[in-house]
């Protein structure tokens, strides 16, 4: 009978602990304090037993077992030596990686903030753990290079090193599956009106461009599970404008032929064109705008530039995959031959809308006989803006598809130009609030 009684016991015992661990278990610190509590407890457990062992007397495989278990535990020590040593900063193995938001920090707490401290800690402990970024890249680049699997939903790997970027509908977009609704049509078309209306009163040409997706333009490139459509959102929203007195400005066609030709128009990994398509583009708008203001010089060819050609590390596709260090691409580089009258870089701090660094506004100026621009675009702007401050003698560029009335008031421009990246088309349908320049 007592035998009874311990085994019961003993089994509601385990049964109070098992019950008891899973209800801490839902605490995530508790997960970081068991493997701390492992580790602490375990490794002079096994220190201690070795001590005791006849090295003598062990057998071959027993002797090759001990190797392997006192290896692996080096190897799961490394992160912990690295977090208390910091000896991977600065170093070959901290690698590169942009993962486009702000890490966890540990912050101090008050007391009747204590309650939050296990997630503070826990996420802070995920985000900032040795070797952190060696081990992600790792891992990511055995599944990218070795087995073709993308770590992220965002990242479409392609053939020919290609990396395509998913988002915002556009896999979707080129496969045919959505389309724009009558309402969605309206809406935009409303707005891009509104703003024509707003300035030809004010005596300002309007215009609108579109930049293409690039698994538009490399759709050849893609998985071979895809079949792409040749007309999307955009041609939807081309056709509903076309007799309401807008013409979205069309660079496909120039694309296409340029990347038929063999020419790189985008760089592989990164969801950006680079400058080759930058100037492609500059060329059409150039030419749309000079049939209304005459005052512009001719587009300039590529022969009017220097170009070079680097090697450029990184790219946004290749940070999403945590592969910056291992996916290399090209970059390009253009200077005007006509040194004449060269355009100067203008730094103004009240168009510092922006705290992130790369999103300021960009100014050009340079002194000839020609409009003034001012021009609503996104990222794509980074390989444009220089081309583009060619042909005015004054333009700014602000990373915004607000449609910002502050410094349309400011500027007084003659030309106001919004460019919008193929999969962002449902920007043109928004009326955001934003704070006016003082």
């Known amino acids: 009978m007592d035998k009874v009684n311990s085994i019961l016991v003993l089994v509601l015992a385990f049964l109070a602990s098992l019950g008891l661990y899973f209800l801490l278990d839902k605490s995530p610190l508790f997960y970081c304090a068991n493997i701390g509590l492992i580790l602490f407890i375990s490794l002079p457990l096994i220190f201690w037993r070795i001590l005791k062992l006849k090295l003598r007397e062990l057998k071959k495989d ?210 950006h064109w680079n400058k080759n398509g930058g100037l492609i583009a500059s060329q059409v708008i150039i030419d749309n705008i000079k049939k209304k203001m005459k005052t512009i010089r001719k587009p300039y060819s590529s022969e009017d530039y220097e170009i070079t050609e680097k090697e450029k590390r990184g790219g946004d596709l290749s940070n999403l995959l945590g592969l910056y260090d291992f996916l290399p691409g090209k970059r390009f580089d253009y200077k005007l031959k006509d040194k004449s009258n060269p355009k100067k870089n203008i730094v103004e701090p009240k168009y510092g809308i922006y705290k992130i660094e790369y999103k300021h506004t960009f100014i050009h100026e340079r002194d000839i006989n020609a409009p003034k621009l001012l021009v609503f675009n996104d990222s794509f702007i980074s390989y444009i803006h220089g081309f583009l401050g060619d042909y005015f003698s004054r333009s700014v560029y602000v990373w915004s598809h607000d449609f910002r009335k502050d410094f349309i008031q400011i500027e007084k421009p003659d030309i106001v130009l919004h460019m919008f990246v193929e999969r962002s088309i449902m920007e043109l349908g928004k009326n955001k609030k934003y704070y006016p320049l003082k």
Not at 96 to 123: A, G, Q, V, W
Not at 250 to 271: E, M, P
């Open 62 to 271: 027993q002797i090759g077992k001990l190797v392997f278990v006192f290896v692996f535990f080096v190897i799961i020590c490394f992160p912990l030596i690295d977090q208390l040593t910091s000896m991977s900063k600065d170093s070959k193995f901290e690698f590169k990686m942009n993962e486009k938001r702000i890490l966890s920090r540990y912050e101090s707490l008050e007391f009747d903030e204590i309650d939050s401290f296990p997630n503070m800690f826990t996420n802070f402990f995920n985000d900032h753990f040795g070797l952190r970024s060696m081990f992600i890249s790792t891992n990511n680049y055995v599944k990218t290079v070795n087995f073709g699997i993308s770590s992220t939903k965002k990242v479409i790997l392609g053939g020919n090193d290609w990396l395509f970027y998913n988002d915002c509908n556009s896999l979707q977009d080129h496969l045919g599956n959505i389309s724009l609704s009558d309402g969605q049509l309206n809406k935009i078309s409303l707005n891009l009106l509104k703003r024509k209306a707003y300035l030809k009163a004010r005596g300002i040409e309007y215009f609108v461009a579109f930049l293409p997706d690039k698994m538009g333009v490399y759709s050849s490139d893609l998985p071979a599970k895809y079949n792409t459509v040749d007309t999307t959102r955009i041609d939807q929203l081309i056709d509903f404008i076309a007799d309401k007195g807008i013409k979205i400005i069309d660079v496909r066609s120039q694309f296409l032929k340029a990347a038929k030709s063999g020419k790189q128009l985008y760089q592989k990994n990164d969801s």
